[in-house]
């Protein structure tokens, strides 16, 4: 069984730095793409980047690159999603996400019960 | 940025079938996949349909996607209480080089 264990609830201030962590399991860690993907706080679904554990191919929304950073551990089947200055704006819920097969990007077949990121003074 | 355009909410009885629309355009839902995902309260979100039209193992076929030009749509028959959620669709788009969602729509079973 496909599983994407995501680390817990997250209380920050605004400047400070972060690192929240999917660890996966049952399955062929580098073979599929893991994705981030955030909700903010009654609003949809936004696609952020992605990684391909394999061999560390990272993918970022434009608008985000530079502002976070996507990475993977393969020795220990973990991705993370690092923040080096929080905003207020950053503030959500944070999933990651398993590419639906081998090679896709485009949508995601497993997903961890997310990570909630509260920024705020 | 992007755009992808459905209906806040949509509602129905019991039995009846509901459709969602989901309008994009030429560098997403024109010409790529498009999938849709199913969000209870404090969920996480669930694929319910993937490439357009294919159900993974364990969607009840009640639930069909549908793509026309540069729109797509969601149906649900036979509506169930339990169908009540929200719905998102999904596509690759090719100025964002990722995948991007609709705004979600809200599904009220009366």
């Known amino acids: 069984e496909v599983q994407l264990v995501q680390s817990g609830t997250e209380v920050k201030k605004p400047g400070e730095s972060l690192k929240i962590s999917c660890k996966a399991s049952?399955?062929?860690?580098?073979?599929?793409?893991v994705a981030w993907v955030r909700q903010r706080p009654g609003e949809g679904l936004e696609w952020m980047g992605n990684?391909?554990?394999?061999?560390?191919?990272?993918r970022y929304r434009p608008s985000l690159q530079g502002q976070v950073s996507i990475s993977a551990d393969k020795s220990i089947n973990t991705v993370y999603l690092q923040w080096t200055s929080l905003k207020a704006s950053d503030t959500a819920i944070y999933y990651c996400?398993?590419?639906?097969?081998?090679?896709?990007?485009?949508?995601?077949?497993?997903w961890g019960h997310g990570t909630l990121v509260t920024v705020s003074s | 940025q992007p755009v992808v355009t459905q209906p806040p909410s949509v509602s129905g009885t019991p039995g009846q079938r509901v459709t969602i629309s989901c309008s994009g355009s030429?560098?997403?839902?024109?010409?790529?996949?498009v999938y849709w995902y199913q969000q209870f309260p404090g969920m996480a979100p669930k694929v319910l349909i993937y490439?357009?039209?294919q159900r993974p193992s364990g969607v009840p076929d009640r639930f069909s996607g549908s793509r026309s030009g540069t729109s797509a749509a969601l149906a649900i028959s036979g509506l169930r209480s339990e169908d009540e959620a929200d719905y998102y669709c999904?596509?690759?788009?090719?100025?964002?080089?990722?995948?991007?969602f609709g705004g979600g729509t809200k599904l009220t079973v009366l």
């Open positions: 049952g399955y062929n860690f580098i073979s599929y793409w």
């Open positions: 990684v391909f554990p394999h061999d560390s191919d990272t």
């Open positions: 999904a596509a690759w788009d090719d100025s964002l080089s990722g995948p991007v």
């Open positions: 030429s560098s997403n839902i024109g010409k790529n996949s």
């Open positions: 996400a398993r590419g639906g097969d081998v090679t896709a990007m485009d949508w995601f077949d497993s």
């Open positions: 490439r357009i039209n």
